[in-house]
Protein backbone atom coordinates (compact mmCIF):
# COMPACT_ATOMS: atom_id res chain seq x y z
CA UNK A 1 0.00 0.00 0.00
CA UNK A 2 2.90 2.24 0.75
CA UNK A 3 4.10 2.22 -2.69
CA UNK A 4 0.46 3.05 -4.20
CA UNK A 5 0.06 5.58 -2.08
CA UNK A 6 3.32 7.53 -2.97
CA UNK A 7 2.62 7.23 -6.15
CA UNK A 8 -0.85 8.99 -5.66
CA UNK A 9 1.38 11.82 -4.26
CA UNK A 10 3.81 11.86 -6.86
CA UNK A 11 0.81 12.31 -8.96
CA UNK A 12 -0.93 14.04 -7.70
CA UNK A 13 2.11 16.69 -7.34
CA UNK A 14 0.51 18.71 -4.44
CA UNK A 15 3.67 21.40 -3.99
CA UNK A 16 5.80 23.43 -6.68
CA UNK A 17 9.02 22.15 -5.25
CA UNK A 18 9.94 19.55 -3.52
CA UNK A 19 7.29 16.63 -4.05
CA UNK A 20 10.24 14.07 -4.76
CA UNK A 21 11.96 14.72 -1.17
CA UNK A 22 8.59 14.94 0.90
CA UNK A 23 7.56 11.63 -1.41
CA UNK A 24 11.00 10.23 0.60
CA UNK A 25 9.99 11.36 3.71
CA UNK A 26 6.79 10.12 4.01
CA UNK A 27 7.94 6.63 2.46
CA UNK A 28 10.47 6.50 5.29
CA UNK A 29 7.58 7.67 7.86
CA UNK A 30 5.15 5.08 6.62
CA UNK A 31 7.58 2.46 6.70
CA UNK A 32 8.60 3.15 10.18
CA UNK A 33 4.66 3.40 11.12
CA UNK A 34 4.18 -0.55 9.86
CA UNK A 35 6.98 -1.69 11.63
CA UNK A 36 9.87 -1.23 8.86
CA UNK A 37 12.52 0.19 10.65
CA UNK A 38 15.52 -0.52 8.09
CA UNK A 39 15.36 3.39 7.46
CA UNK A 40 16.91 4.03 10.56
CA UNK A 41 20.32 2.42 9.85
CA UNK A 42 20.49 1.94 6.06
CA UNK A 43 19.72 5.17 3.79
CA UNK A 44 16.40 4.37 1.56
CA UNK A 45 16.81 7.97 -0.21
CA UNK A 46 20.26 6.48 -0.87
CA UNK A 47 19.06 3.41 -2.85
CA UNK A 48 16.74 5.38 -4.70
CA UNK A 49 19.58 7.90 -5.62
CA UNK A 50 21.83 4.72 -6.59
CA UNK A 51 18.79 3.52 -9.02
CA UNK A 52 17.62 7.43 -9.85
CA UNK A 53 17.27 5.87 -13.54
CA UNK A 54 15.22 2.92 -12.76
CA UNK A 55 12.86 5.18 -10.50
CA UNK A 56 12.27 7.19 -13.16
CA UNK A 57 11.18 4.84 -15.35
CA UNK A 58 8.99 2.47 -12.99
CA UNK A 59 7.71 6.19 -12.05
CA UNK A 60 6.88 7.00 -15.57
CA UNK A 61 5.82 3.57 -16.76
CA UNK A 62 2.86 3.44 -13.56
CA UNK A 63 1.78 6.72 -13.58
CA UNK A 64 0.77 6.76 -17.10
CA UNK A 65 -3.27 6.58 -17.56
CA UNK A 66 -3.25 7.56 -13.68
CA UNK A 67 -5.75 10.78 -14.15
CA UNK A 68 -8.30 7.92 -15.87
CA UNK A 69 -7.81 5.55 -13.36
CA UNK A 70 -6.02 3.16 -15.77
CA UNK A 71 -2.45 3.24 -14.52
CA UNK A 72 -0.60 0.01 -13.42
CA UNK A 73 0.93 0.34 -10.21
CA UNK A 74 2.99 -2.78 -10.62
CA UNK A 75 6.41 -1.53 -11.63
CA UNK A 76 6.49 1.26 -8.93
CA UNK A 77 5.21 -1.17 -6.21
CA UNK A 78 7.82 -3.96 -7.81
CA UNK A 79 10.98 -1.41 -7.38
CA UNK A 80 10.00 -0.25 -3.86
CA UNK A 81 9.89 -3.75 -2.67
CA UNK A 82 13.21 -4.05 -4.30
CA UNK A 83 14.45 -0.93 -2.39
CA UNK A 84 13.23 -2.35 0.82
CA UNK A 85 14.97 -5.75 0.31
CA UNK A 86 18.39 -4.02 -0.82
CA UNK A 87 18.01 -2.07 2.71
CA UNK A 88 17.34 -5.10 4.76
CA UNK A 89 20.15 -7.05 2.69
CA UNK A 90 22.70 -4.39 3.49
CA UNK A 91 21.84 -4.08 6.99
CA UNK A 92 22.18 -8.50 7.25
CA UNK A 93 26.10 -7.48 6.13
CA UNK A 94 26.84 -4.72 8.52
CA UNK A 95 25.37 -6.82 11.27
CA UNK A 96 27.04 -9.79 9.97
CA UNK A 97 30.16 -8.14 9.89
CA UNK A 98 29.81 -6.75 13.45
CA UNK A 99 28.63 -10.21 14.77
CA UNK A 100 31.95 -12.06 13.15
CA UNK A 101 34.56 -8.88 13.86
CA UNK A 102 35.94 -10.55 17.03
CA UNK A 103 37.18 -13.90 15.12
CA UNK A 104 40.22 -15.02 13.72
CA UNK A 105 40.46 -15.22 9.96
CA UNK A 106 40.94 -19.49 10.34
CA UNK A 107 37.75 -18.56 12.59
CA UNK A 108 35.88 -16.76 10.34
CA UNK A 109 36.35 -19.21 7.54
CA UNK A 110 35.17 -22.11 9.66
CA UNK A 111 32.03 -20.21 10.06
CA UNK A 112 31.77 -19.58 6.17
CA UNK A 113 32.20 -23.50 5.87
CA UNK A 114 29.75 -24.16 8.86
CA UNK A 115 27.03 -22.34 7.53
CA UNK A 116 27.42 -23.67 3.72
CA UNK A 117 25.20 -25.82 2.89
CA UNK A 118 26.72 -28.88 0.06
CA UNK A 119 30.28 -28.14 -1.41
CA UNK A 120 31.98 -25.13 -1.18
CA UNK A 121 35.08 -24.12 -3.20
CA UNK A 122 38.16 -21.55 -2.26
CA UNK A 123 36.79 -19.62 -4.40
CA UNK A 124 33.11 -18.86 -3.00
CA UNK A 125 34.98 -18.78 0.51
CA UNK A 126 37.27 -15.97 -1.05
CA UNK A 127 34.57 -13.82 -1.96
CA UNK A 128 32.84 -14.39 0.76
CA UNK A 129 35.77 -13.32 2.79
CA UNK A 130 37.66 -11.14 0.37
CA UNK A 131 40.53 -9.47 3.36
CA UNK A 132 41.71 -13.09 4.20
CA UNK A 133 44.47 -14.23 1.90
CA UNK A 134 44.04 -17.33 -0.63
CA UNK A 135 47.07 -18.52 1.91
CA UNK A 136 45.48 -18.46 4.97
CA UNK A 137 42.12 -19.96 3.23
CA UNK A 138 44.52 -22.91 2.09
CA UNK A 139 46.45 -22.97 5.26
CA UNK A 140 42.94 -23.29 7.54
CA UNK A 141 41.37 -25.97 4.87
CA UNK A 142 44.18 -28.11 5.65
CA UNK A 143 44.00 -27.70 8.93
CA UNK A 144 40.34 -28.82 9.15
CA UNK A 145 40.98 -31.51 6.71
CA UNK A 146 43.48 -33.00 9.75
CA UNK A 147 41.01 -32.28 12.49
CA UNK A 148 38.53 -34.67 10.21
CA UNK A 149 36.45 -31.43 10.28
CA UNK A 150 35.80 -31.05 6.45
CA UNK A 151 36.12 -33.50 3.76
CA UNK A 152 38.21 -32.58 0.13
CA UNK A 153 36.28 -34.00 -2.39
CA UNK A 154 37.28 -33.43 -6.25
CA UNK A 155 40.74 -32.35 -7.87
CA UNK A 156 42.51 -29.54 -9.21
CA UNK A 157 39.45 -26.59 -9.89
CA UNK A 158 36.75 -28.92 -9.21
CA UNK A 159 37.91 -29.33 -5.51
CA UNK A 160 35.23 -28.63 -3.29
CA UNK A 161 34.77 -28.96 0.68
CA UNK A 162 32.21 -30.39 2.67
CA UNK A 163 31.58 -30.64 6.18
CA UNK A 164 32.28 -33.80 7.58
CA UNK A 165 29.00 -35.40 8.49
CA UNK A 166 28.43 -38.70 10.67
CA UNK A 167 27.79 -41.00 8.49
CA UNK A 168 28.72 -42.06 4.92
CA UNK A 169 25.02 -42.60 4.09
CA UNK A 170 24.11 -39.39 4.90
CA UNK A 171 26.25 -37.66 2.31
CA UNK A 172 24.03 -39.37 -0.34
CA UNK A 173 21.61 -37.09 0.53
CA UNK A 174 23.47 -34.65 -0.31
CA UNK A 175 26.05 -36.12 -3.40
CA UNK A 176 24.92 -38.78 -5.82
CA UNK A 177 26.69 -42.04 -5.19
CA UNK A 178 29.53 -41.95 -7.31
CA UNK A 179 30.52 -38.78 -5.80
CA UNK A 180 30.45 -40.91 -2.72
CA UNK A 181 32.49 -43.50 -3.31
CA UNK A 182 35.32 -41.34 -4.84
CA UNK A 183 35.20 -39.29 -1.28
CA UNK A 184 38.58 -39.84 0.53
CA UNK A 185 36.95 -39.66 4.29
CA UNK A 186 39.59 -38.30 5.79
Known sequence: MIPIFILDFL???????????????????????????VGKYIS?????????????????????????NENDYGPFIRYYLGILLKAYTEFEDRVEHLRYRHLT???????????SLGKITKKEILAQAPDISKTTVERTLL????????????????????????????????????????????
Do not use: C
Open 105 to 115: KPQRIGVIIER
Open 11 to 37: SIHPFNDGNGRMSRLLTLLLYYRTGFI
Open 44 to 68: LEMLIEQSKQTYYEVLHDSSVGWHT
Open 143 to 186: DLRKKGKIIKVGRGRATAYIKKLLHKSIIYVIFPKNDVDNLKMT
